[in-house]
């Protein structure tokens, strides 16, 4: 069992990498890494990993190597460079105007040996910036890197306040995307308004994802939206299920509303099932139709109501599937 690093690149780009000097590391300390071409620096984000899956392994060739860890010099270097990278982006704004193609500089990193310099950038559509590379290549003297990043790069990278009134999750603590989907937002009974459940980014909110679990969970509990059930002999349809209060709305065919609770409405599922096996064999709740009970008259008279009612209802279902819909199927 070997002991890990997680280290974060100024780049953005986190690594694990195996602690061959067994040095004594604390989260947020820089050190100094072997690359594959020189030597650059990286901020520790998780000091003690002792991974006994056997499916986890690091490529020992390609991965990083710990050299050190940063001393004071390294810091004030650190700080050299940063000065640098302010003038390169100025460099670099005054030579992309020559150009056809439109981009916008986000950021200009600097490796620690100062054998590259990367720049990230947002651009409308791919751009062929061959001939712009070389011109910076031979302006900087050093190897050129272009990355094109998406919106949520850059909020990472620019930093901000969101909605929530505290800095944006991906530039405090949040290191790793999690993939967000419009399930999600159903799920969750969220409104379908996108500036609601959007991020300065663009994109579906990534805290939408925290308590995704929750309600996966609590909706097991309840019943499906569009599910029926009888309640003075009127057919009602299930329109919302309220999980926090544990109350369920329901709507009849004359558009009267009711909410009950939710050990209310299983009590008296409960009791029309009974009614409808008799009492010897239970269905389940999805097998639960009493439209076709024969018990109430009205039945035909009112089934195009009826359509028109659980139609509706089924208008704001969750789904409930493995939908791959993302957040990148959104127009922004």
Same mark, same amino acid.
């Given at each position: 069992?070997?002991?890990?690093?997680?280290?974060?690149?100024?780049?953005?780009?986190?690594?694990?990498?195996?602690?061959?000097?067994?040095?004594?590391?604390?989260?947020?300390?820089?050190?100094?890494?072997?690359?594959?071409?020189?030597?650059?620096?990286?901020?520790?984000?998780?000091?003690?990993?002792?991974?006994?899956?056997?499916?986890?392994? =690091?490529?020992?060739?390609?991965?990083?190597?710990?050299?050190?860890?940063?001393?004071?010099?390294?810091?004030?270097?650190?700080?050299?460079?940063?000065?640098?990278?302010? !003038?390169?982006?100025?460099?670099?704004?005054?030579?992309?105007?020559?150009?056809?193609?439109?981009?916008?500089? =986000?950021?200009?990193?600097?490796?620690?040996?100062?054998?590259?310099?990367?720049?990230?950038?947002?651009?409308?559509?791919?751009?062929?910036?061959?001939?712009?590379?070389?011109?910076?290549?031979?302006?900087?003297?050093?190897?050129?890197?272009?990355?094109?990043?998406?919106?949520?790069?850059?909020?990472?990278?620019?930093?901000?306040?969101?909605?929530?009134?505290?800095?944006?999750?991906?530039?405090?603590?949040?290191?790793?995307?999690?993939?967000?989907?419009?399930?999600?937002?159903?799920?969750?009974?969220?409104?379908?308004?996108?500036?609601?459940?959007?991020?300065?980014?663009?994109?579906?909110?990534?805290?939408?994802?925290?308590?995704? %679990?929750?309600?996966?969970?609590?909706?097991?509990?309840?019943? !499906?939206?569009?599910? !029926?059930?009888?309640?003075?002999?009127?057919?009602? =349809?299930?329109?919302?299920? %309220?999980?926090?209060?544990?109350?369920?709305?329901?709507?009849?065919?004359?558009?009267?509303?009711?909410?009950?609770?939710?050990?209310?409405?299983?009590?008296?599922?409960?009791?029309?099932?009974?009614?409808?096996?008799?009492?010897?064999?239970?269905?389940?709740?999805?097998?639960?139709?009493?439209?076709?009970?024969?018990?109430?008259?009205?039945?035909?008279?009112?089934?195009?109501?009826?359509?028109?009612?659980?139609?509706?209802?089924?208008?704001?279902?969750?789904?409930?599937?493995?939908?791959?819909?993302?957040?990148?199927?959104?127009?922004?």
């Amino acid at each position: 069992m070997s002991d890990y690093i997680e280290i974060e690149y100024r780049s953005g780009k986190l690594e694990y990498i195996t602690n061959s000097l067994n040095a004594t590391i604390t989260p947020e300390d820089w050190v100094i890494v072997e690359v594959e071409r020189g030597l650059d620096i990286a901020q520790v984000i998780h000091s003690s990993y002792a991974f006994e899956d056997e499916n986890f392994k =690091i490529d020992e060739e390609k991965s990083a190597k710990l050299i050190r860890v940063a001393t004071q010099e390294d810091i004030d270097t650190l700080e050299s460079l940063q000065e640098k990278e302010a !003038e390169a982006n100025e460099k670099f704004k005054a030579a992309v105007v020559k150009y056809p193609f439109e981009m916008k500089l =986000i950021d200009a990193v600097y490796q620690f040996d100062k054998n590259k310099i990367t720049f990230f950038f947002t651009a409308d559509g791919r751009v062929d910036f061959r001939e712009f590379v070389r011109e910076l290549a031979s302006t900087f003297k050093t190897r050129i890197e272009l990355h094109q990043i998406s919106g949520r790069d850059v909020a990472r990278k620019l930093g901000g306040i969101g909605m929530c009134g505290c800095r944006y999750c991906c530039t405090s603590f949040l290191k790793r995307f999690s993939q967000i989907t419009i399930k999600m937002v159903k799920d969750q009974n969220l409104s379908g308004n996108l500036s609601k459940i959007s991020g300065p980014c663009g994109r579906l909110l990534c805290c939408l994802d925290y308590e995704q %679990d929750f309600y996966q969970e609590t909706a097991k509990e309840f019943p !499906e939206v569009g599910d !029926e059930l009888i309640i003075n002999k009127t057919k009602m =349809i299930v329109s919302k299920n %309220d999980y926090y209060n544990k109350k369920i709305t329901l709507v009849s065919a004359d558009d009267s509303i009711e909410m009950i609770t939710l050990d209310d409405f299983l009590k008296i599922q409960s009791n029309q099932n009974c009614k409808n096996c008799g009492g010897k064999n239970h269905k389940s709740d999805s097998q639960i139709n009493p439209r076709n009970s024969g018990n109430n008259k009205n039945d035909s008279e009112n089934d195009d109501d009826y359509k028109t009612t659980k139609k509706r209802a089924e208008t704001n279902k969750p789904e409930r599937n493995n939908s791959n819909t993302t957040d990148d199927g959104i127009k922004e």
